[in-house]
């Protein structure tokens, strides 16, 4: 299905085939593309690029499709890498954290730290780690796949 290009968010790099490579969803998803491009929130003189999850319902394009700046999918992409590292050695904690000191790393980016933690406000975190790292577990394949190739083309890149 062909990216909408007279919306608000302009493409200029596409995935049009998306819906066939969205992990377990594959196959069966309304992530119909990704695409990088112009921001949908560029003000006159001011030029942002950003990365777009584009949603079809079957019938229209969604108002669900999601815009993130650049930045903050790299930022995700760090995060999903720092909890999976984490998750390799959680099982040896008795609650898959400690309690006292929830916190994972401290990760520098721009003069400051991008703190990563274990959510201890949510009220099920107990029940809720487990599952996620259970589900972490049951992706890996899918998930190491994609950090595989992410790796490579950061490698490729110079990184």
Not at 18 to 35: C, H, K, P, W
Not at 50 to 68: D, F, I, N, Y
Not at 139 to 156: C, P, W
Request: a negative charge; aromatic letters at 6%; glycine letters at 8%.
């Amino acid at each position: 299905m062909k990216i909408p290009t007279t919306l608000k968010h302009k493409p200029v790099i596409v995935s049009e085939n998306y819906e066939q490579v969205d992990g377990r969803y594959a196959g069966n998803t309304d992530a119909q593309g990704l695409s990088l491009g112009l921001a949908q929130w560029n003000d006159r003189g001011k030029v942002d690029i950003s990365a777009k999850v584009w949603r079809h319902t079957g019938e229209k394009w969604s108002r669900q499709s999601e815009e993130l700046p650049m930045h903050r999918v790299l930022d995700l992409a760090i995060l999903i890498c720092r909890s999976s590292l984490y998750f390799q050695d959680a099982y040896r904690l008795p609650e898959m954290y400690d309690p006292e000191n929830p916190q994972i790393d401290r990760i520098g980016l721009q003069g400051d730290a991008m703190n990563v933690s274990v959510c201890t406000d949510n009220p099920m975190i107990g029940n809720d780690i487990k599952l996620f790292a259970q589900a972490l577990g049951e992706d890996g394949e899918m998930i190491g796949e994609r950090l595989s190739v992410l790796a490579r083309v950061l490698k490729e890149m110079g990184y």
